[in-house]
Nanobody, 126 residues
């Protein structure tokens, strides 16, 4: 069973940066992707970014974060990062990493993910 530990959240001013990390353990199959989702109070959980576990260069982003967020994986390791730059108040949420089947369409939905981290809180102040 895959286990995920997400971390790196905190308080940051608008325009600032944070880097989230997700450490995966257990059987990470090549057919998997690791994604980041977020959920703000009163809103549904939404997709942020994803990276294929085996297809180099296969990364996907929500339109709302393109150009500001970057997802990456440490070389040969089991940790995925989400570098978040130019943060906006609307980026504030609990961020969750999750693992599920890689989708070449880039359409990732919470219901399609199999394993979840506990979440890390990102607060953006104005």
């Amino acid at each position: 069973q895959v286990q995920l530990e997400d971390s790196g959240g905190g308080l940051v001013q608008a325009g600032g940066s944070l880097r989230l990390a997700c450490a995966a353990s257990g059987p990470m199959y090549t057919s998997y992707a690791l994604g980041w989702f977020r959920q703000a109070p009163g809103k549904e959980r939404e997709f942020v970014a994803a990276i294929s576990w085996s297809v180099v260069g296969s990364t996907y982003y929500a339109d709302s974060v393109k150009g500001r967020f970057t997802i990456s994986r440490d070389s040969g390791g089991n940790t995925v990062y989400l570098q978040m730059n130019s943060l906006k108040p609307e980026d504030a949420a609990v961020y969750y990493c999750a693992v599920g089947p890689h989708r070449y369409s880039g359409n990732y939905y919470p219901s399609l993910m199999d394993y979840w981290g506990k979440g890390t809180l990102v607060t953006v102040s104005t």
